[in-house]
């Protein structure tokens, strides 16, 4: 018998949340291929434990400072050494492992993620944010370290399955879509009423809240224009945006001979991540399968740029470059934030990513400090404008 081969050394930042859960999920179901090294979380100090107990983890690092004491003593019965604070999680996403899923949300990701990616192997990025902040420099460093940069976000792993990389001229448009949201076809007058329970209510994705709002808002497709700016050799002019509710069609790449080959799959995070999980490889999956009888239809529409202004701003961002796009995720996730408070309403959350894009000048974002730069001043400016406008809600 062919020895078995050495497991492979498996890290997950943001073990906790949506896409951690799809992954370890994935990864419990791996018949011992894979082996844990690092999981980590921002304040879920319990889930965290029950995970690196579960998995068998090398290291548990958690996000908040305060919680070094209880996670250690969640796990003083074990061999998994722990960690807290901002730069344990950066020590996380440093160990040697072969593949890391990049799952936190926001920008807190991004030390992490860059660390991730000068580390070398395969980084799975799902923390789309990071990328739109630094989506130059993380391209840049695993250039440099040899890192396997792979899109875990399903529109973005399907085009990357159906895009011809050996002929780049003969690609006309990629296209992302968008299911619309929980408000779809609400008026501007509805949307202005809408309460957090009703916003985060996916239609066809289960998520994490700021991503659920990121949709209602249409700001993920926004995201996910610049992340494809990166991620692709294509041109803002040429990536494209359309609406398809049932969620079945993830990315389309249409071709100079007319040719378009689209990425379907069941909306289940588990089936991407699976595909960067075992890249060039392909692994069986208990994801959802796709049953295109019992879906009897799949439809698609133009996005309403009017309801939903948020997609111009990503393609003004990509244009005025620098630091627009730190701005704009910034603005973004302090504004959803403060949504999810109770503070603002639904619509306050785009017009003030408008407000702070047009308040604070654009800088270079060279290095990375630039980056955290701008980043801080878009925070302290949106948060000016959330004051403004929850004073103003009665
Ligand atoms: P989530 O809120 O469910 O989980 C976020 C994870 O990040 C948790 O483990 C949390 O503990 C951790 N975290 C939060 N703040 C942190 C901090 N300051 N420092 C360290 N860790 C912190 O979010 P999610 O839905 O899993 O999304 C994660 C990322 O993946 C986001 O960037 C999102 O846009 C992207 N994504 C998610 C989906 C999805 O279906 N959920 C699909 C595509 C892309
Ligand atoms: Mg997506």
């Not at 049953?291 to 003004?316: H, I, K, M, S, V």
């Amino acid at each position: 018998m062919p020895p078995s081969p050495e497991p492979r050394r498996v890290s997950i930042l943001g073990a906790t949340g949506s896409i951690g859960t799809s992954t370890l999920d994935l990864i419990a179901g791996g018949d011992g291929h894979y082996r844990v090294e690092a999981v980590t979380a921002g304040t879920n100090v319990k889930e965290l434990a029950a995970i690196a107990r579960a998995t068998g983890a090398a290291y548990a690092a958690i996000a908040d400072e305060s919680l070094l004491g209880e996670l250690r003593q969640e796990l003083a019965d074990t061999t998994t050494r722990v960690g807290a604070g901002p730069g344990a999680v950066e020590e996380a996403a440093r160990m040697d492992a072969d593949w890391v899923m990049a799952a936190i949300v926001g920008a807190a990701g991004l030390a992490p993620t860059l660390a991730a990616v000068r580390q070398g192997g395969v980084v799975a990025l799902a923390n789309k944010e990071a990328l739109v902040c630094a989506g130059g420099l993380m391209i840049e460093e695993a250039r440099q370290s040899g890192c396997v940069l792979l899109p875990a976000d399903s529109e973005h792993n399907a085009i990357f399955q159906v895009f011809d990389a050996d002929r780049i001229d003969a690609i006309e448009k990629i296209w992302l879509t968008a299911s619309g949201g929980p408000f779809r076809d609400a008026t501007r007058a509805r949307m202005m009423a809408a309460t957090p329970e009703e916003a985060v209510r996916h239609p066809n994705w289960s998520m994490g809240r700021k991503i659920s709002i990121d949709s209602a808002t249409m700001m993920n497709k926004s995201l996910e224009i610049i992340e494809a700016s990166h991620l692709f050799p294509v041109s803002e002019e040429r990536i494209g945006v359309i609406v398809h509710p049932e969620s079945i069609v993830h990315g389309l790449v249409s071709y100079h001979d007319g040719s378009v080959l689209a990425g379907l799959a069941a909306p289940d995070m588990r089936t991407p991540i699976a595909h960067t999980l075992a890249w060039p490889d392909r692994i069986p999956a208990s994801s959802r399968r796709l049953d295109l009888a019992a879906t009897g239809q799949l439809t698609f529409e133009l996005p309403d740029e009017n309801r939903f202004p948020a997609l111009g701003l990503a393609r003004a961002a990509i244009h005025a470059g620098g630091s627009a796009p730190v701005t704009l995720n910034a603005a973004n996730e302090v504004a959803v934030a403060a949504f999810l408070d109770r503070r603002i309403g639904f619509l306050d959350i785009v017009a003030i990513v408008e407000a702070t894009l047009a308040r604070v000048e654009t800088a270079a974002t060279g290095d990375i400090g630039a980056v955290i730069m701008a980043d801080d001043e878009a925070r302290r400016r949106a948060e000016e404008m959330v004051l403004e406008r929850s004073e103003r809600t009665p």
